[in-house]
């Protein structure tokens, strides 16, 4: 089977998982990444780029507001339906961990 190119699999990402590409769109901004050059489907494409801590901290409060304001999202980005803020600051924080570009380091 012939490898996806990464423009590929951004197309199936936004196809299929539109929520997740808001999200992955919104880190890439921040962090001030180009999210074309970004190949996800490398295993370890996270751990490519670099995002200051306030960065982090900013995709932190954007994304826990974007769960809690959108059923859809959180359906697509996580196990609970409900509206409750503390459960979408843990799930904004558990895919920031997973899925969030390293922090740079404090000079």
Not at 24 to 40: G, P, R, Y
Request: hydrophobic share 40%.
């Amino acid at each position: 089977m012939n490898k996806l190119t990464k423009e590929e699999v951004a197309l199936e990402i936004q196809t299929n998982k539109p929520h997740v590409w808001i999200v992955l769109s919104k880190m890439c901004e921040l962090a001030d990444v180009d999210i074309a050059t970004v190949d996800f489907f490398d295993d370890r494409w996270w751990c490519k780029s670099t995002m200051t801590r306030k960065a982090s901290d900013d995709l932190l409060k954007w994304l826990t507001e974007y769960l809690y304001n959108d059923k859809d999202a959180r359906r697509e980005l996580v196990t609970f339906s409900s509206k409750n803020k503390k459960m979408c600051k843990e799930a904004a924080n558990a895919f920031i961990c997973w899925y969030g570009f390293k922090i740079e380091e404090d000079e």
